[in-house]
């Protein structure tokens, strides 16, 4: 059976599909785009978002040391952009960026190299690092920084991943960033979030798996197959010369956005320095687009990168992945795993580019 052109409206005899089922290139997943209740790109900026404001006078975040947290891991100055210190002797208003421990950390000292037995379960000690990125500005989120402390970040989460990769108990690192309440983040101020854990999370596992297959069974990656049609149609909200962003043929919410290495790169952490400038640029502009066209949405975003484990994972390809909160799953998504998006990706990028 011939598979339609999806560009073509697809109708039998007068009778115009409700929906479509969009089926992941990666992991064989089903997403339902429900075309028969489709809203427009601007009813989603109209939706009814609830400002999440915090007083300076009550942000930990502020002057962290003062409110109880170790020194720096790592930290960025204003006037030499960047210092690694155990201690500093310098006035908190001087600091651009700075990485602490988190205070109430998820992970912590343990011993990674045993596995314990209760019953038909196992376990393990809780062996990990849980660190805490902090932007200078307690009201500009990502989206409205320059672009050079855009960068800035990016080069924080490098030199964190760079320095806990090489640790016995750290085989996947996940870096994320929460914006908004309705998105989990509990301090206004922004600020993103690293975990070393000793596991392969299962989304992580699921799309090494998807890559693989694809890789053994096509003798090419994946993502670059998708990166190369989505560079010719109607998805692509924005490229550079090292990176794409794009709405995904497949999003697991409305308004989701991707980026991309434009070439196949398996590591995130082996950005050179001009790449990073280039990341840089395209997370920018995918925040603030989002920014603009959904009046400051809540969102996550995180960085999907092949593990430190030592194994070879040049099937992969590394990329960003972005959230926003448009949709609250019910019983259907929970009972199923299946989203249901009232938007096409075509109208999300199409909407996206008009935005200057």
Same mark, same amino acid.
Not at 32 to 50: E, S, V
Not at 99 to 109: D, E, S
């Given at each position: 059976m011939q598979i339609p052109d999806f560009r073509k409206k697809r109708t039998r005899k007068g009778f115009k599909n409700v929906s479509e089922l969009r089926k992941d290139l990666v992991s064989g997943e089903w997403v339902i785009i429900a075309t028969g209740r489709a809203k427009r790109p601007k009813a989603y900026a109209k939706a009814k978002r609830k400002k999440f404001n915090q007083p300076i006078s009550k942000c930990p975040f502020e002057d962290p040391q003062a409110s109880g947290n170790g020194e720096p891991l790592l930290i960025y100055y204003e006037e030499d952009k960047k210092k690694k210190v155990k201690r500093s002797n310098k006035k908190v208003k001087e600091w651009s960026l700075q990485v602490i421990q988190n205070k109430y950390p998820a992970l912590g000292p343990g011993d990674c190299s045993k596995i314990y037995k209760e019953g038909p379960y196992e376990l393990m000690d809780g062996a990990g690092f849980h660190e805490v990125i902090i932007t200078r500005d307690h009201e500009k989120h990502i989206a409205l920084l320059p672009l050079d402390k855009v960068e800035e970040v990016v080069r924080a989460y490098q030199e964190r991943y760079l320095f806990l990769k090489e640790h016995k108990c750290v085989n996947y690192i996940s870096i994320f960033h929460n914006h908004g309440r309705e998105a989990g983040a509990s301090i206004a101020h922004p600020h993103s979030q690293l975990i070393a854990i000793p596991v392969l999370p299962s989304d992580i596992k699921r799309s090494l798996q998807g890559a693989k297959k694809y890789y053994k069974d096509h003798k090419r990656c994946v993502h670059c197959t998708m990166l190369k049609w989505e560079r010719e149609e109607r998805r692509c909200v924005f490229q550079n010369e090292y990176f794409i962003v794009y709405a995904p043929f497949v999003p697991r919410t409305a308004f989701e956005l991707r980026i991309y290495p434009r070439e196949h790169k398996s590591n995130f952490e082996e950005m050179t320095d001009k790449e990073r400038r280039y990341l840089a640029e395209a997370l920018k502009e995918a925040l603030r687009r989002l920014y603009k066209g959904l009046k400051d949405p809540a969102y996550n975003f995180f960085i999907h990168t092949a593990p430190c484990d030592g194994k070879d994972y040049s099937y992969y390809h590394w990329h960003v992945e972005i959230w926003?909160?448009?949709?609250?799953?019910?019983?259907? /998504?929970?009972?199923?795993?299946? /989203?249901?998006?009232t938007i096409e990706p075509e109208e999300v990028a199409k909407f996206l580019r008009k935005i200057k």
């Amino acid at each position: 059976m011939q598979i339609p052109d999806f560009r073509k409206k697809r109708t039998r005899k007068g009778f115009k599909n409700v929906s479509e089922l969009r089926k992941d290139l990666v992991s064989g997943e089903w997403v339902i785009i429900a075309t028969g209740r489709a809203k427009r790109p601007k009813a989603y900026a109209k939706a009814k978002r609830k400002k999440f404001n915090q007083p300076i006078s009550k942000c930990p975040f502020e002057d962290p040391q003062a409110s109880g947290n170790g020194e720096p891991l790592l930290i960025y100055y204003e006037e030499d952009k960047k210092k690694k210190v155990k201690r500093s002797n310098k006035k908190v208003k001087e600091w651009s960026l700075q990485v602490i421990q988190n205070k109430y950390p998820a992970l912590g000292p343990g011993d990674c190299s045993k596995i314990y037995k209760e019953g038909p379960y196992e376990l393990m000690d809780g062996a990990g690092f849980h660190e805490v990125i902090i932007t200078r500005d307690h009201e500009k989120h990502i989206a409205l920084l320059p672009l050079d402390k855009v960068e800035e970040v990016v080069r924080a989460y490098q030199e964190r991943y760079l320095f806990l990769k090489e640790h016995k108990c750290v085989n996947y690192i996940s870096i994320f960033h929460n914006h908004g309440r309705e998105a989990g983040a509990s301090i206004a101020h922004p600020h993103s979030q690293l975990i070393a854990i000793p596991v392969l999370p299962s989304d992580i596992k699921r799309s090494l798996q998807g890559a693989k297959k694809y890789y053994k069974d096509h003798k090419r990656c994946v993502h670059c197959t998708m990166l190369k049609w989505e560079r010719e149609e109607r998805r692509c909200v924005f490229q550079n010369e090292y990176f794409i962003v794009y709405a995904p043929f497949v999003p697991r919410t409305a308004f989701e956005l991707r980026i991309y290495p434009r070439e196949h790169k398996s590591n995130f952490e082996e950005m050179t320095d001009k790449e990073r400038r280039y990341l840089a640029e395209a997370l920018k502009e995918a925040l603030r687009r989002l920014y603009k066209g959904l009046k400051d949405p809540a969102y996550n975003f995180f960085i999907h990168t092949a593990p430190c484990d030592g194994k070879d994972y040049s099937y992969y390809h590394w990329h960003v992945e972005i959230w926003p909160k448009t949709a609250i799953w019910a019983g259907f /998504e929970l009972g199923t795993g299946i /989203e249901i998006s009232t938007i096409e990706p075509e109208e999300v990028a199409k909407f996206l580019r008009k935005i200057k």
